[in-house]
T-cell receptor
Framework: DSGVTQTPKHLITATGQRVTLRCSPRSGDLSVYWYQQSLDQGLQFLIQYYNGEERAKGNILERFSAQQFPDLHSELNLSSLELGDSALYFC?????????????FGQGTRLTVV | TQLLEQSPQFLSIQEGENLTVYCNSSSVFSSLQWYRQEPGEGPVLLVTVVTGGEVKKLKRLTFQFGDARKDSSLHITAAQPGDTGLYLCAGANTGKLIFGQGTTLQVKP
């Protein structure tokens, strides 16, 4: 158990809908990362938050947004969903942000868009 | 854009064989990590290397960071079926943790 909790574990929704994925980092970790993993794309970095502030941005679509709350949990919002958004979404957390970063991953949320 | 390229992408070997997985980039990273991921699970951190030329051992696994901190290798000695999984390298720089595409390893008994 990594200590990172993601909910829900599975999500099935229709195209055009909006969903929210939730992540609780390990106790004491200030950084939260979101990744998308699909079969043909590998693990793609979406966005990182550090202590409530956006720190780094990757290949995140405009339809996607995220935030980190004062209690350090994070949510990833996906809207106007398309079939191609079906993937595993992982959250990871780490103590530090910067050069020495060891990330601990949650179990992921498997999103299926039908 | 920082990219990490892993090779080979797929590897199927017999139990007891040795293997090496490579992770290469044109960019310099402050640190590089190796993860192992099983189907339906999140990646699990195996090791972090920080210093150019650094070598770390974890039982039958040997990790090396290139002198220029642009590449790394993972060597497994006497592979076992329990080593089967997806091996990912990841480079850390300016707050981002960038992953390679991964190497899928299958060790047959």
């Amino acid at each position: 158990d990594s200590g990172v909790t993601q909910t829900p574990k599975h999500l099935i929704t229709a195209t055009g809908q909006r969903v929210t994925l939730r992540c609780s980092p390990r106790s004491g970790d200030l950084s939260v990362y979101w990744y998308q993993q699909s079969l043909d794309q590998g693990l793609q970095f979406l966005i990182q938050y550090y202590n409530g502030e956006e720190r780094a941005k990757g290949n995140i679509l405009e339809r996607f947004s995220a935030q980190q709350f004062p209690d350090l949990h994070s949510e990833l919002n996906l809207s106007s969903l398309e079939l191609g958004d079906s993937a595993l979404y992982f959250c990871a957390s780490s103590v530090t942000s910067g050069t020495y970063t060891e990330a601990f991953f949650g179990q992921g949320t498997r999103l299926t868009v039908v | 854009t920082q990219l990490l390229e892993q090779s080979p992408q797929f590897l199927s070997i017999q139990e007891g064989e040795n293997l090496t997985v490579y992770c290469n980039s044109s960019s310099v990273f402050s640190s590089l990590q190796w993860y192992r991921q099983e189907p339906g699970e999140g990646p699990v951190l195996l090791v972090t290397v920080v210093t150019g030329g650094e070598v770390k051992k974890l039982k039958r696994l040997t990790f090396q960071f290139g002198d220029a901190r642009k590449d790394s290798s993972l060597h497994i000695t006497a592979a076992q079926p329990g080593d089967t999984g997806l091996y990912l390298c990841a480079g850390a720089n300016t707050g981002k943790l960038i992953f390679g595409q991964g190497t899928t390893l299958q060790v047959k008994p």
